[in-house]
């Protein structure tokens, strides 16, 4: 993931500051999508505003209950890569679009309120990345049902397509802005949750308490047969083998 993310975001951010072919579909792409939804039913374009909720609100609010739980549980394993998925993750966004600093798409009759955040990478596509594909790492493990596992996996992976979707629809981020922000998701979600189980790996293997008969494995010196004294059983008469005579009883 790390390796594949860093990738995707290296060549477009290349392309992006040299002004590369990859380039060559984002304003045709957007305006096809813009007049699109303008001759869209309203409903249509609300299904799409939705989106954005989808992929910023309701992720706040998934993320402040499961670190609610995550605390009052003391999984601090958990925790940690929730915060880095979660939390990191959109100021890494913040770091990079303000680095960047692309202009979002600019139209005459905008579908919504206009962003005025740089768009390079898309801080929706870092987000469902890192923050749905953290709450399948935490669940689909715990799954015994492969069907279960599947179906839960395409419901989030299409929820994902959509909320990346909404966001060229109603005109707020060019095509390589989307596949940018996946390629940061990939590399960070990689990076950080690689990073923290090793960590906490290593330290449940540094605080693991002595095992049940560990000690007897430690090497004792054994004595020496000359020096162990020898018990003799009393005798019921005559001379002892010590050669001290003992009296009959």
């Given at each position: 993931m790390l390796i594949i993310g860093s990738l995707?975001?290296?060549v477009l951010a290349y392309n992006l500051v040299h002004h590369g072919p990859l380039l060559a579909w984002d304003v045709p792409l957007a305006n096809r999508l813009h007049a699109t939804a303008l001759a869209s039913p309203r409903w249509?374009?609300?299904?799409m505003i939705a989106g954005f909720?989808?992929?910023?609100?309701?992720l706040i609010l998934i993320g402040v209950v499961l670190g609610i739980y995550f605390i009052c549980k003391r999984y601090w394993r958990e925790l940690v890569m929730l915060c880095n998925c979660f939390g990191v993750s959109a100021i890494l966004f913040r770091v990079l679009s303000?680095?960047?600093h692309r202009a979002r798409p600019v139209f005459e009759t905008p579908i919504w309120h206009m962003k005025v955040i740089p768009g390079f990478p898309s801080g929706h596509a870092i987000a469902v990345v890192c923050s749905y594909g953290l709450l399948l790492y935490f669940f689909v493990p715990k799954m015994k049902s492969r069907a279960g596992k599947a179906w839960l996996t395409a419901g989030v992976l299409l929820l994902c397509v959509y909320v990346l979707f909404s966001r060229l629809f109603?005109?707020?981020?060019f095509l390589t802005d989307i596949f940018a922000g996946l390629g940061?998701?990939?590399?960070?979600?990689?990076?950080s949750n690689t990073t923290v189980?090793?960590?906490f790996q290593k330290r449940e293997h540094v605080e693991k308490p002595t095992r049940p008969g560990l000690a007897s494995t430690v090497w004792h010196p054994t004595p020496d047969a000359s020096t162990v004294p020898l018990l003799?059983?009393?005798?019921?008469?005559?001379?002892?083998t010590s050669g001290i005579p003992t009296a009959p009883l």
């Open positions: 995707m975001f290296g249509v374009d609300d299904i909720y989808v992929g910023d609100q309701l303000l680095t960047f109603v005109g707020d981020h940061v998701g990939l590399a960070w979600s990689g990076l189980e090793l960590l003799v059983p009393p005798s019921t008469g005559g001379a002892s």
